[in-house]
């Protein structure tokens, strides 16, 4: 099992929907990062959270440590929001990253 | 956040010969710098993490002798693929972290190396 799994791997929405991708580890961590990835290939880092709920613009990124569980909710989604979003761990030691196999989001207008 | 460059952006280059690829961080002093290899449609694979002024540590499988890398300032590291061979090809990002933001890792926006 890997330390990062993502859902759904694939997501198709309507411009407008109210949209969310969940993140699960099972590892001890410092951090927990949401990435997005756009066909070019350029990553930029959404947000990166320890602990709460973080917001910007659209984008809702929440984090509960106990349950190990991270979600990044898209708010009234675009297509311009179509990207492949990647969840990716520090783990408790150390600073490298673990990263999730991505969700591809496609957002039809 | 932090802006991190990488330069070229895409490269394509005969087999046998050997590509350097720059990363670097433009308004910070990194302190990591980490390398990462994607193949199509996979995640990230990390490479190598390199700290300045130190040798980089390399993740298992991959040859240090055949991807160089470099860390010689607190703004830029270099990684050279060396007799490069069309297995090599891929896209090949960097990322900068610094202890002072909280080790928060900045991504460069990738170089696309073809083989020949």
């Known amino acids: 099992k890997n330390e990062v799994e993502q859902s759904p791997q694939n997501l198709t929405a309507q411009e407008g929907e109210f949209i969310t991708i969940n993140c699960s580890y099972s590892v001890g961590i410092s951090a927990l990062h949401w990435l997005q990835q756009h066909p070019g290939g350029g990553i930029v880092s959404l947000f990166m959270?320890?602990?709460g709920k973080k917001k910007h613009g659209r984008l809702i990124a929440t984090i509960n440590i106990q349950e190990k569980h991270s979600s990044l909710h898209i708010t009234a989604s675009h297509p311009r929001d179509s990207a492949v979003y990647i969840c990716?761990?520090?783990?408790?030691?150390?600073?490298?990253?673990?990263f999730g196999a991505g969700t591809i989001l496609r957002v039809k207008s | 956040g932090a802006v991190v460059s990488q330069h070229p952006s895409w490269v394509i280059c005969k087999s046998g010969t050997s590509v350097k690829i720059e990363c670097r961080s433009l308004?910070?002093?990194?302190?990591?710098m980490f390398w990462y290899r994607q193949f199509p449609k996979q995640s990230l694979m990390l490479m190598a993490t390199?700290?300045?002024?130190?040798?980089?540590?390399?993740e298992q499988g991959v040859e240090k002798d055949k991807f160089l890398i470099n860390h010689a300032s607190l703004t830029l590291s270099t990684l050279t693929v060396t007799s490069a061979h069309p297995e090599d090809s891929s896209f090949y990002i960097c990322?900068?972290?610094?202890?002072?933001?909280?080790?928060?890792?900045?991504f460069g926006p990738g170089t696309r190396l073809t083989v020949l």
């Open positions: 390199s700290n300045e002024g130190s040798k980089a540590t390399y």
């Open positions: 308004d910070f002093q990194a302190t990591t």
């Open positions: 990322s900068a972290s610094s202890w002072r933001r909280y080790n928060e890792q900045f």
């Open positions: 959270l320890s602990s």
């Open positions: 990716a761990v520090n783990r408790e030691y150390g600073n490298k990253l673990v």
